[in-house]
């Protein structure tokens, strides 16, 4: 083999490009034999992609490397925590007549008419915001739900305004700045002394997490092999599930102290622990590091990533030398902060992908959010228990968790475009049947509806990864949850409707909506075992090869990938 194989391996990733120039030749024929062998081949080949040279470094993912991941997928468990938290800290809390004489009851008219003195909170009225405050009494409704509304326009906005960052800014730094953020304005609105500094806060809050879900999961997807991205894609969903599980638990162990207020504390105090510990343990993605032309920062973050396999395999060493090799062109990525919306909407086809995959998400955000908030209405007998609300929200939490295994299966064994369709359909009918059966009936019906909605939820998800290269890929993801988040917001107007004019304008609506949306991945292309690409060029040129393979044009099978 000659002197080259035998050299160092940093020597190999280190060495400057004039080195390299003016020993090209003189090492010819020591070159190592996967080098000669390419030379001697004949024609002269392609240069590889990025994402051929990442999966060479990676290989077959290990144990630590999945176990990095899965830990920046933990996110979207203090992600739920303070998506749902409300459920908890904005309840209206029950409340009973003192007065021996009255007949009056809590659960059917306001205390608000009541003398004072005459009735009282069956918990302490530092339970909730609406009991500390009197919101129902002053201000109705619209002030009880003026937090929550705020905690969602901020999440709007912050997705809007923050999509781009994480392409330009990179992964990490971006998680980590949105979970110290979230958790800092988290702690502080436990001390918020009235309903206006509160809602603020919680306005701050959804601004600050809007990029949490989509930093972690995109991240987390490009720190393994192909091979890996559904066992950690899953993982993030189960964390969201864990996330929403464990509501129920702190409110019930703190359910003797009765402050709301500890029950932010609780949630934001460790996420702010964790975004140091990201900070510190885990890497930047090597993918975008090279897209955004930082050659040797990729090399460093695939040798922690990967530390022991890059010392002992010649292979991985190679691979390495290959990256460095790179053209500068192939890593060329969108430079500033709105490139990445720039880059899509200066071709069609990603704007056509985007607009479909968006309304698509669209229509199943209405039914993920909207069947959790008519559920109640369902369940309502009439009991005075203090552990139903723990109970109902236990209850929608654990259907996320099948939910997420069986996204995972069809994820690993199943087209993307023919699992959305199935699922939204799916969900679509068990919600029109919703709208046509007796109430009594209608909880098995609206429990299977939102068990695929979820299933879809996910896969959308996933979908939307595979779907656009590294450049661009976290803003498409922000967008996609966006309008999730979007269609959320229209399923209470749909709620109100239905109490007030009949079911079909809720749970019929909700099917219509979520089986119509889910027929728009038809025209998505399918990404099941597709290579990441990194660039806008090398998507497009796929894309434009398959065209022609379609075509007849070739007959390459390797001619590319959809």
């Known amino acids: 083999m000659g002197a080259a194989p035998r050299r160092g391996f940093t020597e190999i990733i280190y060495r400057s ?47 630590l490397q999945l176990l990095k991941a899965v830990f920046v997928a933990f996110a979207w468990a203090l992600d739920a925590q303070q998506v ?16 021996a004489s009255s007949t009056t009851s809590g659960a059917t008219t306001s205390p608000c008419a009541l003398p004072p003195g005459s009735w009282a909170w069956d918990r302490p009225a530092t339970a909730s915001v609406v009991s500390e405050w009197a919101l129902g009494c002053t201000g109705g ?56 500094a509160y809602a603020a806060l919680r306005f701050v809050s959804g601004f600050s997490r809007s990029m949490v879900g989509t930093c972690a999961l995109v991240l987390s997807t490009e720190l393994v092999g192909k091979s ?18 464990s509501l129920p638990a702190i409110a019930y162990a703190l359910r003797d102290d009765a402050s709301w207020r500890d029950m932010y504390l609780w949630t934001n105090l460790p996420c702010l622990c964790y975004s140091v510990l990201v900070g510190f343990l885990v890497q930047e993605s090597p993918r975008w590091l090279l897209v955004r032309g930082r050659k040797q920062d990729a090399v460093e973050a695939l040798r922690r990533l990967n530390y022991r396999r890059s010392r002992t395999t010649a292979a991985a060493g190679f691979s390495m030398a290959m990256l460095v090799e790179l053209d500068d062109a192939a890593c060329a990525g969108t430079r500033s902060t709105t490139g990445a919306l720039r880059a899509m909407w200066e071709r069609p086809w990603a704007m056509r992908r985007l607009a479909a995959i968006m309304a698509a998400s669209f229509g199943v955000g209405m039914v993920y959010y909207g069947m ?18 723990y109970l109902s929200v236990a209850y929608n939490a654990l259907a996320e968790v099948p939910s997420a295994v069986l996204a995972w299966v069809l994820i ?15 969900a679509g009918a068990c919600s029109l049947a919703c709208a046509a059966i007796p109430p009594r009936a209608r909880m098995g019906a609206e429990v299977v509806s939102f068990f695929t909605s979820c299933t879809a939820l996910d896969v959308v998800l996933v979908y939307a990864t595979e779907l656009f290269p590294t450049s661009v890929r976290n803003s498409a993801v922000g967008l996609v949850r966006q309008a999730l988040v979007m269609g959320g917001t229209s399923a209470p107007v749909l709620i109100a409707l239905g109490r007030e004019r009949g079911s079909f304008w809720s749970f019929g609506v909700f099917g219509v909506a979520i089986g119509c949306s889910g027929l728009f991945v038809t025209c998505l292309p399918e990404t099941r ?23 007849g044009c070739t007959t390459d099978s390797d001619s590319g990938i959809v």
């Open 412 to 426: 690993g064994r199943a087209d993307r475009r023919g699992s959305v369709v199935a699922l939204a359909a799916a």
């Open 17 to 63: 490009r004039a080195d390299r120039s003016s020993m090209s030749i003189a090492n010819a024929a020591t070159a190592p034999l996967l080098t000669r062998s390419s030379q001697e081949a004949g024609p002269a080949k392609e240069r590889p992609s990025i994402d051929d040279v990442i999966e060479k470094c990676m290989g077959a993912t290990g144990v």
């Open 84 to 99: 749902f938290i409300s459920a908890f800290t904005d309840a209206e809390p029950r409340w009973h007549c003192l007065a």
């Open 529 to 551: 075992g597709k290579s990441m690409s990194d660039t806008m060029d090398e998507e497009e040129e796929e894309r434009n090869q398959h065209a022609a393979a379609a075509a």
């Open 141 to 196: 409704p619209a002030l009880v739900s003026l937090p929550a509304s705020s905690f969602f326009a901020g999440c709007l906005a912050g997705g809007f305004l923050l999509a781009t960052l994480a392409d330009s800014l990179g992964r990490k730094k971006m998680l980590v700045a949105s979970l110290a953020s979230m958790s800092v304005a988290g702690a502080l609105t436990a001390l918020a002394p009235n309903v206006w």
């Open 372 to 389: 959790p908030l008519n559920v109640g209405s369902l369940l309502d007998d009439g009991s005075d228990s203090d552990s139903d609300l």
């Open 228 to 245: 890996r991205r559904g066992t950690v894609s899953m993982a993030s969903f189960l964390c969201f599930a864990l996330g929403f599980l």
